[in-house]
């Protein structure tokens, strides 16, 4: 006797979500609980599909730590029940949401897949309803052995599943808003489910889920562009309270050489400051051997990104923060991967 695929959707918001009032014609968030009369389809995959939602339903650009956290204590309070777990997510900050789970659920075993869409659900030409069904299929895949075949915070979306830590948003108004630039898809979409086993995240031995609720945001994004000037620099690296700094660099990892920019990082870097070099570039990585601005950068205390994504990047640092670890941890684990997240 085959057992039903046990699926909890948690839903937090986002386009996916609204529906069009029959008298206002606004959009707003529809109940779940009738999730099947909004999408009959799902009836069609046999599963057992329960859900949780935000109270209120939050656009996901009031996304916080906090419903980062709201999100990990629903799948660890429901691990045991369900085979996957699916997260509604609005798209604007869904690759951060992506990436903060990805190191909070430490030894996942069983797939979490956020999706969204750029057209509500209930819309006539919507890529919702697609997105939902894959994304249900995708969390009730098995392998040949019975295992979930995706074990692994990952995005659905528009046909392709990426690694979660690895996509980024791309495009406002396309249907396929993410793309992976630097880690092939886990699965193409197309008259069925294609899986690359081989870039599947596979963990050496299976261990209990062991969930890390605390992300400290004391981080921040610096972005280098022509004319910054010392003044502006030396603001941010002495903002109150960081601890850590994303430094988004030109192409390679590469930046100003003058003295004065050298001199800012170096003492940043002196008085404990991690700064993580990441390039600005979407595709490719930080490779601070090739040009002697980026190798200077990196003499001056600098962390290199390698290809690391900017969501990756600052939620890796909210995250390893949060477990409190002194400075010369952080830079260790900054250079390795936790969770599949960089190359190095």
């Known amino acids: 006797m085959t057992t039903r ?110 999706t969204g869409s750029q057209l509500p659900i209930g819309e006539v030409r919507t890529d919702g309803e697609e997105n939902l069904i894959t994304a249900l299929q995708v969390a009730a895949a098995v392998d040949e052995s019975g295992e979930p075949m995706v074990r692994e915070v990952a995005i659905l979306f528009n046909n392709s599943l990426w690694r979660g830590n690895r996509a980024t948003k791309m495009s406002a108004d396309n249907f396929n808003a993410f793309y992976s630039y630097n880690y092939p898809t886990l699965a193409n979409i197309g008259l069925g489910i294609s899986f690359d086993t081989d870039a599947l995240l596979r963990s050496p031995m299976k261990r209990p889920l062991k969930v890390h609720y605390t992300m400290d945001p004391a981080v921040m994004f610096i972005d280098i562009f022509p004319g910054i000037t010392e003044a502006t620099l030396s603001h941010q690296l002495n903002t109150p309270g960081v601890k850590g700094i994303v430094l988004r660099t030109f192409g390679a990892g590469n930046a100003p050489s003058e003295p004065w920019f050298i001199n800012q990082i170096q003492q940043a870097a002196a008085r404990g400051l991690i700064v993580l070099n990441v390039t600005q570039c979407v595709n490719g990585g930080v490779n601070d051997t090739l040009y002697e601005t980026g190798n200077t950068l990196t003499c001056a205390g600098a962390i290199s990104g390698h290809d690391i994504t900017s969501e990756a990047a600052i939620t890796k640092l909210m995250y390893l923060f949060g477990l409190g670890l002194d400075t010369e941890t952080v830079k260790q684990y900054l250079n390795c991967a936790l969770c599949g997240e960089v190359t190095v």
Request: net charge negative.
């Open 5 to 114: 695929p046990r699926i909890l959707i948690v839903y937090t918001g986002g386009t996916i979500g609204m529906i069009e009032h029959p008298v206002t014609h606004t959009l707003q968030p529809f109940d779940f609980s009738h999730l099947m009369d909004n999408v009959p389809k799902i009836k069609k995959l046999d599963y057992v599909i329960d859900n949780i939602q935000f109270d209120p339903p939050i656009d996901s650009s009031n996304m916080s730590p906090k419903h980062w956290e709201e999100i990990a204590r629903a799948i660890e309070q429901h691990y045991d029940a369900y085979h996957g777990f699916v997260i509604l997510h609005g798209t604007d900050t869904m690759a951060y949401t992506a990436s903060a789970l990805s190191f909070m659920l430490e030894n996942l075993h069983k797939p979490v897949i956020i």
